[in-house]
Nanobody
Framework: QVQLVESGGGLVQAGGSLRLSCVASGRTFGSMGWFRQAPGKEREFVAARHWSSGITRYADSVKGRFTISRDNAQNTVYLQMNSLKPEDTAVYYC?????????????????WGQGTQVTVSS
């Protein structure tokens, strides 16, 4: 069975950092990404990366603060989050797609992790 398992969420103060991890199993993917969803809000794009080429995309709200990367040997994608702001508070979801071009909308992804909570206090 295809599985995406996120970890690394937690509570941090504004200006702090967290690194999220997503371990993929069950199959290979063309691209993987991160989305987030705050209470009462629609799930929004954060970052995505083509697995092999390194092509990346970032939401404007996180550009310059977040970095998506991979560990090929461990079949893992990471989201390094620096200079965190209270508005970054959300459940963060790992997502994967078989397409080579990483999309920026949740409908572009067919596989999802269970989510990990990130809370940033002021």
């Amino acid at each position: 069975q295809v599985q995406l398992v996120e970890s690394g969420g937690g509570l941090v103060q504004a200006g702090g950092s967290l690194r999220l991890s997503c371990v993929a199993s069950g199959r290979t993917f063309g691209s993987m990404g991160w989305f987030r969803q705050a209470p009462g809000k629609e799930r929004e794009f954060v970052a995505a990366r083509h697995w092999s080429s390194g092509i990346t995309r970032y939401a404007d709200s996180v550009k310059g603060r977040f970095t998506i990367s991979r560990d090929n040997a461990q079949n893992t994608v990471y989201l390094q989050m620096n200079s965190l702001k209270p508005e970054d508070t959300a459940v963060y979801y790992c997502a994967a797609t078989t397409t080579l071009d990483p999309g920026t909308h949740y409908s572009d992804y067919g596989y999802w992790g269970q989510g990990t909570q990130v809370t940033v206090s002021s």
